[in-house]
């Protein structure tokens, strides 16, 4: 039986530079480190763990055309939702979006293995529609496993890590002067080292995992499989920065237990809108409910008691703000009656029920109470506790925006590793980090995806430049650029770069071009049919009275018109597909936003050009505030745009910075700018760019409530 993964840390190259007190210029103790065996096995990529950041990780290398290898333990671990049963929401489904236009792999499985969907906000603009679906997670597993084991340029090692190999150092040219080493293999627990030119560690909640069910603790990375310790070390030991956050999951309950006649029904759409956008319709035809409850004063006041059993709630460890703990909402939003619970289905021929908005760790026999003051739970039966996860991240301001470390060549971190919570978080930064070790091992300059481009890229970039003090999740508030970067239009955002970047196949770039040339010729059709206002008014179309002559399109952006309605005056609309029609539609409403973002991307996309060196040093730039040597020291900007948004760089101080800058190298700012489209009335704007609900239900369970 194979030991889990226990790295027993990195393999260092002889000699110890010069230490610095920056995150991102390790120290190398002097010792010997492996090598690489002439006639070991090689790969150009290995990705370890086979997580939603490993999965999309090691698709992405190999279709970048890196002999990639992907290092797990066991292949059920392939695709584990450790938590809650669905994908998406407010923000995340638009990433989940974004993955599948880079061709990944996550929307087209969820389109399979899916077995409720629902558009959320969809009473908002459709800049902040979340996409949402439940899951069948054993669906999940067994169509992730059947793409992944057949994936051409893959290869899947059921085996350990034990340690990463590195070599003497690294070209200074290629780093910036700031890398003191690089990937060279991996060490697996049967004692075989592999070569390998790029590393892709994705640890999840395994890094230091250590679990809580009240007072007790123990070392796990999720409940029933063993925390990883040795890699903890091992990172601190060449100079990066740990911390640690915390996140939970709440109790599991048997369906024939709950009485579901009494509880508020939420239905999936119909009919069901896909994930990816190679799909037209999803597999599954009769949608499962999900069903809405409440916790009461009885349950606080169970939880109240309870508040000094358990170890979780300490405040020296952060959790997520916008999926906080039962515990968490007791104690901070005191005057709250009650919180909202969904009881969600975790597959077809599957009687557990995941209860969403009760994650807690108090003592499992107060946590049978708590559930038992519910309405619908009178008489529950508890199959498994809820528990709290504490674990290790990595400090992102030592990444690049290609997610390689600053610190070594060749090594990549995504996922929780990183400071996120979340699935769809995860998945995102395995697919830029997955693309980049590809390219990176096949002597290919890096790429990213800029805050313009969409929301894995305002992600990256918050993570690299911000850092984290409690775990990271997306939501469409985070994006300036929110107008343009829409769930929509993520493929002709980024089908294009990921073509140009050699990652989209030919089906899925035939696909694109196919739909995109659809969306052209409809778009071009409203746009060349005219009239004036009084025939518009004739025709039944609100209008103003003037001489201007209106095209259709315009009158699409007016609010109460339908597209359909046009049919008469412009007939090919009766010819273009429901998805065709709609896609326009959204796109034709916000096209003047779109157009007005133009000015702020173009200005970003300028910045992001004007490269800093990053071992510059920051102590010695007359004129920087001691706060702002300090925030710049720890982020370490690959460039200007990175160092304004960085928190406590003034105007001033970027100002400063203008001398350090280095001539561009030349990369273009990334694809487009959202592809068109856009909105005419400024109500939905601001119904866009307001708030979207406490952050004591969770943006995902308000928009939900709201719908009942």
């Not at 340029?153 to 340690?163: E, Q, R």
């Not at 071992?615 to 200007?640: C, I, M, Q, W």
């Not at 601001?686 to 969770?698: I, S, T």
């Amino acid at each position: 039986m194979k030991k889990a993964w226990q790295p027993r840390g990195l393999s260092r190259p002889y000699g110890t530079p010069r230490r610095r007190s920056c995150l991102a210029s390790p120290c190398f103790n002097r010792s010997n480190f492996a090598t690489v065996a002439q006639d070991s096995r090689a790969f150009d990529v290995i990705v370890i763990g086979g997580g939603h950041a490993g999965t999309e990780a090691c698709a992405a290398a190999a279709r970048s055309g890196a002999r990639t290898a992907l290092v797990t333990p066991k292949l059920d671990n392939l695709g584990v939702c450790s938590c809650n049963p669905s994908f998406g929401g407010i923000g995340k489904g638009t990433i989940i979006r974004e993955i599948d236009a880079l061709d990944g792999v996550a929307g087209r499985i969820i389109d399979k293995a899916g077995l409720q969907f629902k558009v959320l906000n969809r009473r908002k603009g459709a800049a902040v529609w979340g996409p949402r679906a439940q899951i069948d997670r054993a669906l999940y597993k067994k169509h992730m496993r059947e793409e992944l084991t057949s994936y051409p340029n893959l290869s899947i090692i059921t085996d350990s890590v034990s340690d990463i190999v590195l070599g003497e150092g690294a070209d200074p040219a290629a780093t910036g002067g700031q890398a003191k080493g690089k990937i060279t293999g991996v060490r697996l627990e049967s004692g075989e080292i592999i070569s390998t030119n790029a590393v892709v560690i994705t640890t999840g909640t395994f890094l230091g995992g250590e679990i809580h069910i009240g007072l007790e603790t123990r070392p796990a990375g999720r409940i029933g499989e063993k925390a990883t310790f040795g890699l903890s070390k091992s990172l601190r030991d060449a100079g990066f920065k740990l911390g640690r956050l915390k996140t939970g999951t709440p109790p599991r309950l048997h369906r024939k237990s709950i009485n579901f006649g009494i509880l508020e029904i939420q239905h999936g759409d119909d009919p069901p809108e896909p994930f990816s956008y190679l799909n037209d319709a999803v597999s599954v035809k009769d949608q499962l409910h999900c069903y809405a409850t409440y916790t009461n004063d009885k349950s606080h006041d169970i939880v109240r008691a309870n508040l000094d059993k358990t170890i979780h709630i300490r405040e020296t460890v952060n959790g997520p703000r916008y999926c906080p703990s039962i515990e968490s909402k007791v104690v901070k939003f005191g005057h709250k009656d009650s919180h909202i619970v969904w009881l969600e289905p975790e597959g077809f021929d599957n009687d557990i029920i995941y209860p969403n908005g009760l994650s807690m760790t108090i003592p499992a026999d107060a946590q049978e109470q708590v559930l038992r003051t519910i309405r619908g739970l009178e008489h529950v039966q508890m199959t498994q506790p809820g528990y709290g996860v504490e674990y290790d991240y990595v400090d992102p301001r030592g990444l690049r925006s290609t997610l390689e470390t600053k610190a070594i060549r060749g090594l990549f971190l995504a996922g929780q590793i990183n400071g996120t919570t979340g699935y769809e978080e995860a998945a995102g930064q395995g697919i830029i980090a997955g693309i980049n070790a590809g390219r990176t091992a096949r002597g290919l300059d890096p790429v990213s995806i800029s805050r313009a481009d969409g929301y894995i890229g305002v992600m990256i970039d918050d993570l690299v430049t911000k850092g984290v003090s409690e775990p990271y999740r997306m939501f469409t508030s985070r994006s300036e650029y929110r107008m343009s970067a829409r769930a929509d239009n993520a493929d002709l955002r980024l089908t294009a770069l990921g073509r140009a970047w050699g990652v989209v196949t030919d089906a899925r770039w035939a696909a694109h071009q196919d739909e995109k040339a659809r969306i052209e010729e409809l778009t071009r059709h409203l746009e060349q049919f005219t009239l004036s206002a009084p025939s518009w008014i004739a025709a039944g179309f609100p209008n103003r009275r003037d001489a201007r002559l209106r095209s259709a399109i315009e009158m699409v952006r007016l609010p109460g018109v339908d597209i359909d309605a046009l049919a008469t005056q412009v007939p090919q609309i009766l010819a273009a597909d429901a998805r065709t029609r709609s896609r326009v539609t959204i796109q034709a409403r916000y096209a003047p936003y779109v157009d007005r973002q133009e000015v702020d991307r173009v200005a970003l996309l300028r910045d992001e050009g004007l490269r800093l060196p990053v071992d510059l040093d920051y102590a010695s730039v007359f004129g920087l505030s001691f706060h702002e040597k300090t925030a710049l020291e720890a982020a370490r900007p690959e460039n200007l745009g990175q160092a304004r948004r960085i928190e406590g760089v003034t105007p001033a101080g970027c100002l400063r910075l203008l001398p350090f800058v280095e001539r561009p190298d030349g990369r273009g700012g990334g694809g487009g700018g959202g592809g068109g489209g856009g909105v005419g009335d400024l109500g939905l704007a601001d119904a866009d760019m307001a708030p979207l609900g406490p952050e004591v239900e969770g943006l995902d369970a308000e928009a939900r409530r709201g719908e009942l």
